[in-house]
């Protein structure tokens, strides 16, 4: 099984938190993620493009496959830092 995801990439939980909640009240996911994620993926809008279980690290990939498509993530923090997933496919 294999997911496809975007991400925003923080150093903080209240930078997620307040980042999700923009979200949720229909800010674009694409543009807040080239604004402010620290991933080089930003560049494409958070797009992780598709990957399998054991690519990506256990926290984040136990969130990614536990998300229905369209689903955002609440924050998942890794060693690196916090993450909000989108689940686009």
């Given at each position: 099984m294999?997911?496809?995801?975007?991400?925003i990439l923080v150093e903080s939980l209240n930078d997620a938190?307040?980042?999700?909640?923009?979200?949720?009240m229909g800010e674009d996911f694409s543009a807040?993620?080239?604004?402010h994620s620290k991933c080089p993926s930003r560049q494409n809008g958070g797009d992780l493009g598709f990957f399998t279980k054991g690519q990506m690290v256990k926290p984040f990939?136990?969130?990614a496959f536990g998300l229905n498509i369209g689903d955002i993530s609440n924050p998942v923090q890794t060693q690196f830092g916090y993450h909000l997933i989108l689940r686009t496919a």
């Open positions: 294999q997911v496809r995801a975007k991400h938190l307040t980042l999700r909640q923009k979200i949720v807040l993620a080239q604004m990939e136990e969130s």
